[in-house]
């Protein structure tokens, strides 16, 4: 019989840490390492929701991208639909700025007959207003920008407008605040609101559009 050897049982154990552990950590590594990505499939959007740069998010993504990005301070998250959509529909909690895409004319008296609802035309001042916004944050061209609107239609135009001023990593919410609309006419799919991330009708005036 081989005699036994002197030693404390379990001390292997102890010196090695648990193989469960060091998966745990290795993954927590491969997270932070990777950069963070949308799971989006651009081949299932419909083409008025696809950018140049193909950088997409779901709204109920949001939250946790921008968290990974480094925190709110290090990304440019704006709301690109018209003054009174804020004001009579909500707006995110987190956004930065409402900064319109299109806007309503002053007095709406043109109707889009294609659309069905008034008129709107685009918002001259939006790339200043981005780069305004973006100024304010410490941020500049090659840092992360979300942009989201109702559905995400404006937003996916926004984005490539951006491209053309020398953006490098603006991302579309593709849901958007409010969602696709149902068989029923009603925006209840998905969305910002459907995924009952924070938002609220009380506006923030240092985040709203004013001409200047």
Known sequence: MLPTLNRRPGASALRRPPVLLLALLLSLLLALAAPARAAVDAATLPEVKRTRSGLYLEAREVPAFIEAQGGAGRVLFLDLRTRAEAMYVGMAGPVDALVPYVEHQELMTDWDDRRQIYRLEPLQDFVPEVARRLRDKGLG??????????SGDRSSRGANRLLEDGYTRVYTVVDG???DMS?????SVNGWKNANLPWSYKLDKAKMYFQR
Not at 183 to 187: V, Y
């Open 141 to 150: 061209k090659t840092d992360v920008v979300v942009l989201m609107c109702r």
């Open 177 to 179: 605040f409010e969602g």
């Open 183 to 187: 068989k029923e006419g009603r925006r």
